[in-house]
């Protein structure tokens, strides 16, 4: 009889988005200093009567009450205190109504700034920045270590594979593919047979498509053998016990961010024994330190195994051509901006932007339709204007136009927006519409045939926006998540060790774009010190020793995929305008 796998629940599941930030969030005061206990206090002076004269006794008596007095003082004022500045944080009408001046930059007036200086923004052509040249930090190259020949643990070198391992990926196009690369890192580690990932269908993301709709198998299959072997399906005589339905084989918990040594202690020997485990779910099962060969088959899956399907390659070049031609003004440069401005992110960020009592009815009630209740808990307070001051609000595509203004790029430089469908649209593009009239989408970019293959599948619409964005010069991130972080690195990964990524530093943003006595100039001077900023953390390599690894290497793969790269390759074909997608990315 088979072996009961044990069940573990994990320390929390992440979606694609899991990095974005909520609103919400329990909030609770800090409990002010205890006074002293007053029954403490008589004994201790009782103590004092039997040793010590009766005018020193008076003394002490008379400092212990000015002590407990002060004490006092503290349980009142402290809380009150606190109320007061979590009010000012607030900002908003509160703050109006009573007078009270905000923090700067929990006020959403970047609207306001937008129309003051729009007469500057207009007039600017001066020191306009070049796309060849925005990023001036190089990286030196080390010679890079070769990349381990075999996987093969010294522990399994006399047997044969110790099972099948069915795992399933939840979440959006890159939480997907992180649990791919850890599923094919977890084979390898417990020398098992890697059955093709399993999608999970989620109610966020609402896309039925399976592996093969969105990766090449063929090509994952072949690129992965000598390493891990990978089958389409479990043997049918092993599935016959399980009645021909894979979701009758016995799901294992794993806790999240499991440990070599837990997957070698608690889950190999049932794999051993039931010859196939299914995990589920599988996102970030499997830690981020692990042993160098097992760290080699993320980088191996992620930058030569994972290539994406027929359909979605095809149309991706056609999108990377069309940009190229289109960017003919900035030397076929061209900037990509992951926008994330949707209605469900403004909505599930509680921040305020300049709709006003029509925007809040709205973001109500699509709160409540999609969450159900979550945001209006007694013990969830939403804290808008502290949500923006620490950083934590979705940039709207007029912020990030001002922003790209500021740091010098023209308004002829050809912008790729890689986004869903943006909150009010027709209100909010007006204006990165004016800074940047060459703007550009997926949808812009192709025919409505082309295009129709991918409506409703939001992770194969995810690719095209990947594809794109991993080919310019520029890659603007606004509010964080799975797709930049993967982007990030895949950039690195390509370029040289750099991200050639511009990360906003929000907190500064906020602060700026309320800030109404500020002059163009000034707000520019500021803006370019944020790029020369990207430009310095974007080629930052972490310090990795042995198994002490604390970042991603899904953003910062180097240097444990290092092995990988090739010499930097010309990347535009001779008579085509398409970018050499490291050879094997995209054929």
């Not at 099948?164 to 959006?172: D, F, H, R, T």
């Not at 790029?409 to 909150?423: P, V």
Request: one cysteine or more; proline letters at 7%.
């Amino acid at each position: 009889m088979a072996m009961k796998p044990k069940t573990h629940n994990g320390n929390g599941n992440s979606s694609d988005n899991n990095n974005n930030n909520s609103g919400g969030g329990s909030s609770s005061s800090p409990s002010p200093p205890p006074s002293p206990p007053l029954r403490s206090n008589v004994s201790q002076c009782r103590r004092r009567v039997r040793s010590k004269a009766q005018s020193q006794l008076l003394k002490d008596s008379f400092g212990g009450g000015i002590l407990f007095r002060r004490n006092l003082r503290y349980l009142v004022v402290l809380p009150l205190l606190y109320l007061s500045g979590l009010l000012m944080c607030v900002g908003g009408p509160f703050s109006a109504l009573v007078g009270w001046p905000t923090t700067p930059g929990a006020v959403y007036r970047s609207h306001d700034m937008f129309r003051k200086l729009w007469p500057h923004i207009h007039s600017d052509n001066s020191s306009v920045l070049e796309l060849s040249s925005v990023w001036k930090n190089k990286r030196r190259v080390k010679e890079q270590k070769p990349c381990p020949n075999s996987t093969a643990s010294p522990r399994f070198e006399s047997s044969g594979p110790s099972g099948y391992l069915i795992v399933e990926a939840n979440g959006g196009l890159n939480q997907q593919r992180s649990a791919i690369c850890n599923a094919v890192a977890v084979a390898g580690l417990l020398n098992a047979i890697l059955v093709i990932p399993r999608f999970d269908f989620h109610n966020v993301w609402r896309d039925p498509s399976e592996f093969r709709d969105i990766y090449d198998e063929d090509h994952f299959i072949a690129n992965l053998e000598g390493y891990v072997k990978v089958v389409k399906e479990v043997p049918e005589e092993l599935m016959l016990k399980y009645e021909n339905n894979i979701t009758n084989v016995p799901s294992f918990r794993v806790q999240a961010w499991a440990s070599v040594s837990y997957y070698l202690g608690e889950v190999y020997p049932v794999l051993q024994q039931q010859g196939i485990i299914r995990i589920a779910p599988f996102a970030n099962r499997l830690a981020m330190n692990v042993p160098p060969h097992i760290q080699f088959l993320r980088c191996l899956t992620n930058y030569e195994a994972l290539r994406f399907s027929a359909p979605i390659s095809t149309l991706a070049k056609k999108l990377v051509n069309r940009m190229i031609e289109k960017s003919s003004r900035t030397g076929r440069k061209y900037v990509s901006v992951h926008l994330r401005f949707e209605e469900d992110m403004v909505a599930f960020s509680c921040c305020v932007y300049d709709g006003g009592d029509a925007e809040k009815i709205e973001m109500d009630s699509v709160r409540e339709k999609g969450w159900r209740g979550k945001f209006k808990r007694k013990d969830r307070i939403i804290l808008p204007g502290l949500n923006r001051i620490n950083g934590k609000c979705p940039l709207s595509p007029l912020e990030v136009g001002m922003m790209l203004r500021g740091m010098g790029f023209a308004n002829d430089t050809s912008i790729y927006l890689a986004s869903g469908k943006i909150y009010g649209a027709e209100r909010h593009l007006v204006p990165l519409l004016k800074m940047f009239p060459h703007l550009h989408t997926k949808e812009s970019l192709s025919t409505q045939d082309e295009l129709a293959p991918f409506v409703g599948y939001s992770s194969r619409l995810a690719a095209l926006d990947y594809t794109v964005c991993l080919f310019s010069e520029a890659f603007v991130t606004t509010q964080g998540g799975n797709f930049p972080h993967f982007l990030m690195g895949h950039r690195r990964f390509l370029y040289g060790g750099h991200a050639k990524t511009i990360i906003p530093d929000k907190r500064k943003l906020v602060v700026l774009l309320q800030d109404m006595g500020l002059s163009w100039k000034d707000f520019k001077d500021q803006m370019k010190e944020m790029l020369n900023e990207s430009d310095r953390k974007g080629m930052m390599v972490p310090r990795v020793r042995k198994f002490n690894r604390k970042t991603s290497v899904y953003t910062h793969p180097l240097p444990e995929c290092g092995c990988l790269q090739r010499p930097p390759n010309t990347l535009i074909i001779p008579n085509s305008t398409f970018l050499n997608y490291h050879q094997k990315s995209m054929r």
